[in-house]
Structure formats: C-alpha cells, structure tokens
C-alpha cells in the first residue's frame, strides 16, 4: 500500500510530537511536490521543517499535474495534487483532513483516512496515547466537532475491545462480527454509477457508528460468475451490525442503490484464540 500525505495532516502530527508514527504505521509516506513545498517553505513552522529535513531519506517527493477539472479547481493545490497522485496511484491511501477535499477523493474512489484514523490506528498498535492525544489535539485550532470525536472515540473502542486487538494479542478468547457482500449491476447502470456505489460505501464509516472497517472494489476474479463489486465491513458483534442496517443513512443509501444491483449478502461470527497482527484501519 502507498500512502500518500496532504499538508494538513502532517503538519497537525508534528505539532502533537506524533509524526513518526506515520511511519511506524505505514514505513514511508509519498507528498506531491505542492505539499513538500508548503511542509518545507519559509511560513513552515521551523520544526516542522526539520522534521522533514531528518526524516527525507523516508519521504519521497512525487511530481503530480492535476487536470482542469471543476472538483479539484476549488482545491488548494497541495489537496489538488495529492487527490489526483492518489487517483494515479493503485492501492494508495489518501491522509487528508479539510472536508472539501475528503469529499471530492471519495467521489473518485480514493481510499481516505485523516489526522484522526493516524492517532486512532497508532494508539490501536501501542505507539501513542489516545486520549491524551486527543486532548493535546484540542488545545490547538484543529477543527473537531462533538460528533467526529465521538465516531473515532467508538472505533477506537470497539477495536480495542474486539478481538482484533487488545486480548487476542494474550491469546484470550473474542470475537468479531464480518458483513460481506457482492453486486451484479443491472444492465443499464453505467460506470459512474459504479463509481457513485463505491465512493458511498467507503463514506458510510464516517457516518454510522459501529462499522471498525471497510473494505470495497471492483471484482478481479475470473470467476466472479457476473457479481462485479465485492466488499467487506467488520463489526464488533452482530447487534452493531443489525444497527448498521437499521440507520437512517445506510437506509437512504439503499433507497437508491437496490434499484440498481442484484446484491448477495453473507454475515458469520469470526472466533479468534491466537495472537494476530493487527491491521490499519483504513477509511474506505
């Protein structure tokens, strides 16, 4: 996987002295020249700037042209550059944080994370506090409504208490609750219809609480017998899931997408007795 970095979110994680987990999670990060360019000039706060200069051996610096496209015109051209690299660049995942440009990336498929899934994701792995990050984060201008705070604070729960985490790295008994579904398309849907299905699917984690993962795209079996999308979600227990499938917003998103497919769904309980690795959550 290449992750790929705006400015905003590298620059909020130096401040919180939380920048090297980055590459604790991700080994190296990938900036288009625009943010490099912003992460480093002289309005650059100085150690953020030294920050970059130490750790270049582990950042790499890509060129990017976005093309004139009204999505991306409103964009400041760090968010501009690093949407279209990610557009560019097969299984990446895009950190961005200003709601703009989060929301023109999930209209094109992109897999999006923010500042919040790099603290919630590095506190999940031991590599820093959470809340005392999140209280460190509070102080600063960072803008983080009750309702955002609240989503990621219940990720960040449910993960650590499933078994994905916390006591299945002692070996303890848990459990996690896996949705997977597949999609035929009716023949007249067209291909930014597709797009339209993915994009919010991968939003749905930002907006119902209980859903710890998402995972969708476009099927590459040769075997995949006419079901072209695939994905899976993860839940702490069935009851978060049978939530999943009740809320308002997962409910308007079928109002308009069972029109469309001809779904198949499976649901299991997954048991769990042996240390795992655990993996990054990622927006998707």
Request: proline letters at 5%.
């Amino acid at each position: 996987m290449i992750v790929i970095a705006d400015t905003s979110p590298v620059n909020y994680a130096v401040m919180l002295g939380i920048a090297d987990v980055l590459f604790q999670l991700y080994g190296r990060i990938v900036v288009p020249a625009a943010v490099h360019a912003e992460l480093t000039g002289s309005g650059a706060p100085l150690n953020l700037r030294r920050w970059l200069e130490d750790h270049q051996d582990r950042i790499e610096v890509h060129k990017a042209n976005p093309p004139d496209e009204p999505g991306l015109n409103g964009l400041h051209a760090g968010e501009a550059q690093a949407i279209f690299l990610a557009q560019q660049t097969p299984n990446s995942l895009l950190i961005i944080d200003e709601r703009e440009g989060r929301a023109e990336a999930r209209r094109r498929g992109i897999a999006v994370t923010g500042l919040l899934g790099v603290i919630r994701d590095g506190a999940l792995r031991g590599y820093l506090d959470f809340d005392a990050t999140l209280k460190h984060l509070k102080k600063t201008d960072f803008r983080l409504s009750d309702d955002i705070e609240a989503i990621v604070r219940e990720q960040y729960n449910q993960s650590r208490d499933c078994d994905s985490y916390g006591d299945s790295a002692r070996g303890v008994k848990g459990a996690m609750y896996i949705h997977m579904f597949a999609f035929r398309f009716k023949p007249s849907v067209t291909e930014e219809q597709k797009e339209r299905i993915i994009a919010a699917i991968r939003k749905l984690q930002d907006e119902i609480p209980g859903i710890l993962e998402t995972w969708v795209g476009r099927n590459e079996s040769p075997r995949g017998q006419g079901y072209e999308l695939g994905g899976v979600m993860k839940f702490a227990d069935a009851a978060a899931c049978e939530a999943y499938g009740a809320h308002p917003v997962h409910q308007k998103l079928l109002s308009w997408l069972m029109p469309l497919i001809e779904p198949i769904e499976v649901d299991f309980t997954i048991q769990r007795t042996r240390s795992v690795v655990a993996p990054t959550l990622r927006e998707r």
